[in-house]
Every structure is written in structure tokens, then in C-alpha cells.
């Protein structure tokens, strides 16, 4: 059986299966005390059957990727939606200390492919395809540097970062919730809001505070259509100004 799906019903597709993890995580709690995501439940579960069809030969799989660089763009948008100046100054020693970190982890892990795939007889490229570019840069680094590394000698480098980077991606929730949740209890940690940090809950991490909570902080902190309609917006209006830093970078070479 073949299975081809067009835009349209790629994207009816992915939003099921993400549906699909949401409800699983409001219906087991162990998913929601680790803080596994939804699209991360329902992918994986998806990739797990997947992977069973195809190699049983009883399906064929194949989508319609036209809307992957624009989806992947919009993700990558929104992690720098949240960004502050004023959080930064607030973190002060500690977010130099973090900078340092993961400086000296992007470099061991680009040292540490390099390496492994020498040993392995493979082109030293594969080490930066599956060091840093996607497992600190994730899917939108991959979809940049893809390239750049096949044109320097190493095939099919954009679809080995792409695995790496999902692998990275499904591994790092799998393991850093657990450890999250488990750090959390352990140091009793608690938000500068005065609310409790609270794995458990479906649908957020900070649970009210029997204190501090009241009828208004629970109305500015609610997100309604409006408010996410305005956020989108930004998103989108971020990206096409992206559009012409971008350009003024490749135009300068």
C-alpha cells in the first residue's frame, strides 16, 4: 500500500498526530511529571509505526515537504520570541557561566564526531554533520549547512544532519525531563513569582501559588485569541524582515 500525502493533508497530518500526543499527556501522568512534549509523543509513536510499515513492507510512506522550511522557520522564529535584555542583566554571573558551557560543548562535540569518524574510516565532515550543527543548532542549522557540507565533499550531508538533529531533538526530551523534573524536587525550586514549579500539570510548568495567586494574575498570564493572534503576527512580521537580514549577510559574502 502507498501512502502520498499533499500539502494539505501533510499538515492535517502532523497537527493529528500532535493532537494525538497532547491527549496521551493529559491521560498518563508519567508523561506529564517528565515534561515529555506532545509532538514528541505523537512523533515518536507515528516514527515507531512508521518504521514497523515499512519495513514489513506493508506501507509505503511519503509527504508533501513544501511547508517544511516555512514550518521549521516559524519554530526557530519563536524561540527568540521570548528574549530580554532585562532577564539577561538579572542573570548576570550565571548566564556568562552558561554562555562558557556551551561553548566548550559545541566545540567537544564537533571534536568528538571528528574523531569518531576517522576512527570509523568516514569523511571527517559526517563528525560536524552530526556534531554541533544539529544537535545545538537543531533542524533550521541543518537545512543551512546541509548544503555547504555537500558542496565540500560530504553526500547526502543534509540528510544525515537532519536525522541527527531529530534524534537530538526526541533524545534531549526524553532525558532532560526526567532529569529536570528530578532536579526540580530535589532543590524544592521555585519561580521569582513565588509559584511552585509544578511538573505534573497538563498544560504548563508553574502551578499557583496559594499565597500569591489571584483573580488578576490569572487573567494576564491567560492566553486568549487575541493575544496569540498578535504574537503570530509578530512571528510572521520577524520572519520577513529575517528575509532581508539575511540577504544583506549573503549579499557581503
Partial sequence: ???????????????????????????????????????????????????????????????????????????????????????????????????????????????????????????????????????VGGHGTSGSFGPVLESMGLSDATTIAFAAATFGLVAGSFIGGPIGELLIRRFRLTSSEGKVIDASLPSGKMGPHPETENDEDAAANYLNMDNFMYAFGQLLLAMGIGTYVSQFFIDIG
Fill in 1 to 135: 500500500m502507498e501512502i502520498n500525502l499533499n500539502m494539505y493533508q501533510t499538515l492535517a497530518a502532523a497537527v493529528a498526530v500532535f493532537f494525538l500526543g497532547g491527549f496521551l499527556k493529559t491521560k498518563i501522568k508519567l508523561l506529564r511529571k517528565y515534561c515529555i512534549p506532545a509532538p514528541v509523543i505523537g512523533g515518536t509513536i507515528f516514527s515507531i509505526l512508521n518504521c514497523i510499515l515499512y519495513t514489513r513492507g506493508i506501507w509505503t510512506y511519503t509527504q508533501d515537504t513544501v511547508m517544511q522550511n516555512w514550518c521549521m522557520m516559524l519554530f526557530f522564529t519563536s524561540i527568540g520570541y521570548m528574549a530580554s535584555v532585562h532577564l539577561i542583566r538579572k542573570g548576570g554571573l550565571l548566564v556568562i557561566k552558561m554562555a562558557l558551557l556551551v561553548g566548550i560543548l559545541i566545540v567537544m562535540q564537533n571534536l568528538i564526531g571528528i574523531s569518531l569518524s576517522r576512527f570509523f574510516g568516514e569523511n571527517p565532515l559526517m563528525g560536524l554533520a552530526d556534531g554541533s550543527i544539529p544537535l
